[in-house]
T-cell receptor
Framework: KAGVTQTPRYLIKTRGQQVTLSCSPISGHRSVSWYQQTPGQGLQFLFEYFSETQRNKGNFPGRFSGRQFSNSRSEMNVSTLELGDSALYLC????????????FGSGTQLSVL | DAKTTQPNSMESNEEEPVHLPCNHSTISGTDYIHWYRQLPSQGPEYVIHGLTSNVNNRMASLAIAEDRKSSTLILHRATLRDAAVYYCILRLPTSGSARQLTFGSGTQLTVLP
């Protein structure tokens, strides 16, 4: 079974631009969540989608948004990029059973110049 | 989410057992104890989880104190590939809840050859 796939692996943008990151979950998984990882703040929850609906959102500004498609693939978008948005963005998928484990992708490393 | 406390770093010799401690004195009766690890340049990887009883799987063992205020992840024979940051996380078991994990700073495990 293929794991969680995130594209692109690396991305370089400049301040003020916007960026879209993609995540393909494990086949059959309907929940996709996103995390931001920085050296200073560690791993922080961004949001989670389940059956195309955002179910929970972390403490991030509205510039960070996401969506999920009917095939469970998910995208997250960051608009008006700031230098502080430079981070590793991780996507995780899980099945619907109770207290199931999360499967993470390798992430997209975003650098904002 | 209840808070966990872990040592910042630990060292172990290759092929020796490793005991990674985690304190969670404010744990509630329904919190599950999860462990994830993150190898360099990868997303976090599920290791093990438990509620009250000790748990074993092919990767590790989880020993949970009787009062549940602490737990220990046990790697029976550390290998160089086990060098990673290990995260101890508490999660509510509610079915259908958001798959949100609250990561602390974790323990950086160094395995010496």
């Amino acid at each position: 079974k293929a794991g969680v796939t995130q594209t692109p692996r690396y991305l370089i943008k400049t301040r003020g631009q916007q960026v879209t990151l993609s995540c393909s979950p494990i086949s059959g998984h309907r929940s996709v969540s996103w995390y931001q990882q920085t050296p200073g703040q560690g791993l922080q929850f961004l949001f989670e989608y389940f059956s195309e609906t955002q179910r929970n959102k972390g403490n991030f500004p509205g510039r960070f948004s996401g969506r999920q498609f009917s095939n469970s693939r998910s995208e997250m978008n960051v608009s008006t990029l700031e230098l502080g948005d430079s981070a590793l963005y991780l996507c995780a998928s899980s099945s619907t059973s109770n207290n199931e484990k999360l499967f993470f992708g390798s992430g997209t490393q975003l650098s904002v110049l | 989410d209840a808070k966990t406390t872990q040592p910042n770093s630990m060292e172990s010799n290759e092929e020796e057992p490793v005991h990674l401690p985690c304190n969670h004195s404010t744990i509630s009766g329904t919190d599950y104890i999860h462990w994830y690890r993150q190898l360099p340049s990868q997303g976090p990887e599920y290791v093990i989880h438990g509620l009250t009883s000790n748990v074993n799987n092919r990767m590790a063992s989880l020993a949970i104190a009787e009062d549940r205020k602490s737990s220990t992840l046990i790697l029976h024979r550390a290998t160089l590939r086990d060098a990673a940051v290990y995260y101890c996380i508490l999660r509510l078991p509610t079915s259908g809840s958001a798959r949100q994990l609250t990561f602390g700073s974790g323990t950086q495990l160094t395995v010496l050859p």
